[in-house]
């Protein structure tokens, strides 16, 4: 019984450590980038390109040209504000080049700077792009200039959308017309490209969209530091009908190149908290690739079926473009699995009933510490009666202290003699040594889960409780929370059978300090669960171990 209590404890410190580690991965603060002036790409059959294989003839062969050292051609900026965004458009290639998160501030206590979504500097690329595909490059690609009527446009006080529209046409008598289409409220933007054909012959042609992004640096890490935002993965996402949620890390894109096709899919770029995804029509099967640019860019992109346009006539290409934090119950509304963006790892199936939880919680008190309270008080209940047999064994344990002692001394050194009496004890007083440990085992998933949902959920981002906890994602400004924790579980031990090892239980004397320790650089709201745990679990612990010594 001691020995299986001391590795739990052990490998209960092991898995604190390693979610340490993590924490640090996740808010260590970045490296200065190098920077880099690579020009944008996309599948080949656009302008410029010299390879063979054409999507607008087989999508399915999708292929890239070397890029270029010359950077992203600036032409007009087109500024659109909204009540959630911030953003400019190009007018050379019509891409999205900057998109701020007006709601979103990069520290609490200053609203300015805001997050930055997309970014057109070298150091920092991530930008959006989109086109339509044909024979003779007859339509126009993220390299073509476009030409517009205003270079600011804002939501107008008491409107629910609004339109930005950008025209390009050719001297063959082709036009389109790429209008985004913003709306109050949402982070979802509607583009669609309509095509005018009055070239006097048919023409086939389809939409292509891509997220184009420069890796980040890896960063070294750092001992104690939570500064930064971003999560520790950032990287391409691919979702299909048919195979779900990947992930398409930089280091895929560097090593083959994606083209699968797939329908009601959809490509993204994650990062902690935020996300853009660009949705094609649902319906449709499209292709989907990746691409290596080389100096750390990358594309992951979709290719749409190719539709005929007689002449004369004209075509409506549509696509959708989310881009802004990851607000699960938005998220699911966009497109199937668009919610799997919130990372909960592989425990994600008991992850989201607990978030679903919070939410609840959080309706009532219109604060997310309290919600956290709450959620954990509701976990203590439904593992209340493991909880229990795992106490009264502890208890049980704890009035077989003195007999232990005498058996130690009694045998000495003779370990093998020692354990064989032990366990007769054991089985004479009818107490399961293992009775203590395994609802602890139980319970480790929950414990990891919560942990992923608190560390994950943007809603809980920079947001308040009490007092001196005024950001629940970020560690405790004054350590209040883990000395209260170390001296819980302190507490704790006192009621629990001490070891009969010396050295095993000096190692249980010091374990609070170094839980505390490590749950100083953790995020506070994390804390708060443990704390509150604990001093639940003091609570049923002491009331178990009273009721069963006044019946002894």
């Known amino acids: 019984m001691d020995n299986l209590r001391f590795?739990?404890?052990?490998?209960?410190?092991?898995?604190?450590?390693?979610?340490?580690?993590?924490?640090?991965?996740?808010?260590?603060?970045?490296?200065?980038?190098t920077a880099s002036a690579q020009s944008p790409d996309l599948p080949s059959g656009s302008p410029g390109t010299t390879a063979s294989a054409k999507p607008a003839q087989s999508p399915e062969k999708l292929d890239a040209p070397a890029s270029s050292a010359e950077g992203l051609v600036q032409g007009k900026r087109i500024r659109v504000v909204t009540d959630l965004l911030d953003l400019e458009i190009d007018s050379s290639g019509g891409d999205i080049r900057v998109l701020d998160l007006t709601k979103y501030p990069q520290n609490k206590d200053q609203p300015e700077p805001v997050v930055r979504l997309l970014n057109d500097q070298p150091t920092e690329l991530f930008i959006t792009q989109s086109g339509l595909l044909s024979d003779a490059d007859q339509t126009?690609?993220?390299?073509?200039?476009?030409?517009?009527?205003?270079?600011?446009?804002?939501?107008?006080?008491?409107?629910?959308?609004?339109?930005v529209p950008l025209t390009w046409r050719n001297d063959k008598g082709i036009s389109v017309t790429k209008t985004y289409v913003f709306r109050r409220g949402s982070y979802l933007i509607d583009m669609e490209q309509k095509v005018a054909n009055q070239s006097g012959a048919t023409l086939k042609t389809g939409p292509y969209v891509q997220l184009q992004r420069k890796q980040?640096?890896?960063?070294?890490?750092?001992?104690?530091?939570?500064?930064?935002?971003?999560?520790?993965?950032?990287?391409?996402?691919?979702?299909?009908?048919?195979?779900?949620?990947?992930?398409?890390s930089f280091d895929d894109m560097q090593e083959q190149?994606?083209?699968?096709?797939?329908?009601?899919?959809?490509?993204?770029?994650?990062?902690?908290?935020?996300?853009?995804?660009?949705?094609?029509?649902?319906?449709?099967?499209?292709?989907?690739?990746?691409?290596?640019?080389?100096?750390?860019?990358?594309?992951?992109?979709?290719?749409?079926?190719?539709?005929?346009?007689?002449?004369?006539?004209?075509q409506v290409f549509h696509s959708r473009l989310f881009a802004g934090p990851k607000l699960q119950r938005a998220l699911e509304s966009v497109a199937p699995g668009l919610e799997l963006t919130v990372d909960f790892g592989n425990l994600t199936f008991i992850a989201k009933p607990i978030f679903?939880?919070?939410?609840?919680?959080?309706?009532?008190?219109?604060?997310?510490?309290?919600?956290?309270?709450f959620v954990t008080i509701t976990i203590k209940l439904l593992f209340y009666k493991l909880s229990e047999s795992s106490y009264r064994s502890m208890a049980n344990m704890r009035k077989l202290q003195p007999k232990l002692k005498e058996l130690k001394e009694r045998y000495g050194e003779d370990k093998q003699q020692f354990n064989i009496a032990m366990m007769e004890l054991y089985r004479k007083e009818k107490v399961n040594p293992l009775g203590g440990c395994l609802p602890v085992l139980v319970?480790?998933?929950?414990?990891?889960?919560?942990?992923?949902?608190?560390?994950?959920?943007?809603?809980?981002?920079?947001?308040?409780?009490a007092l001196w906890l005024q950001d629940l994602s970020a560690k405790d400004p004054y350590f209040v929370l883990p000395v209260i924790y170390s001296a819980s579980m302190f507490f704790q031990q006192k009621l629990n059978p001490q070891p009969q090892d010396p050295i095993q239980a000096k190692v249980m004397?010091?374990?609070?300090?170094?839980?505390?320790?490590?749950?100083?650089?953790?995020?506070?709201?994390?804390?708060?669960?443990?704390?509150?745990?604990?001093?639940l679990s003091i609570l049923q612990q002491w009331f178990i171990t009273r009721q069963i010594e006044k019946r002894a």
């Open 509 to 535: 004397l010091y374990m609070p300090l170094m839980f505390g320790f490590f749950f100083a650089f953790f995020p506070s709201g994390l804390v708060l669960y443990w704390v509150v745990n604990n001093l």
């Open 7 to 33: 590795v739990l404890f052990v490998f209960f410190l092991f898995l604190s450590y390693e979610i340490w580690q993590q924490w640090q991965l996740d808010y260590g603060p970045k490296p200065e980038a």
């Open 443 to 465: 319970q480790i998933p929950v414990f990891i889960s919560l942990y992923w949902v608190l560390v994950e959920a943007v809603e809980l981002r920079q947001a308040p409780f």
């Open 140 to 163: 126009p690609t993220h390299h073509s200039q476009w030409q517009v009527e205003s270079t600011e446009y804002r939501l107008a006080p008491g409107a629910d959308s609004l339109s």
């Open 257 to 314: 190149k994606l083209d699968r096709k797939g329908q009601n899919g959809w490509v993204a770029m994650i990062q902690h908290y935020f996300v853009a995804a660009w949705i094609p029509k649902a319906g449709e099967v499209d292709t989907f690739y990746t691409k290596d640019l080389g100096d750390q860019l990358f594309l992951i992109g979709a290719v749409s079926p190719q539709q005929e346009v007689p002449a004369g006539a004209e």
């Open 356 to 373: 679903w939880l919070l939410e609840k919680y959080h309706a009532i008190f219109a604060n997310w510490g309290w919600a956290i309270i």
């Open 216 to 248: 980040p640096d890896k960063k070294p890490g750092s001992a104690f530091s939570t500064s930064s935002a971003d999560r520790a993965y950032v990287g391409g996402v691919l979702y299909t009908e048919a195979d779900k949620y990947e992930k398409i």
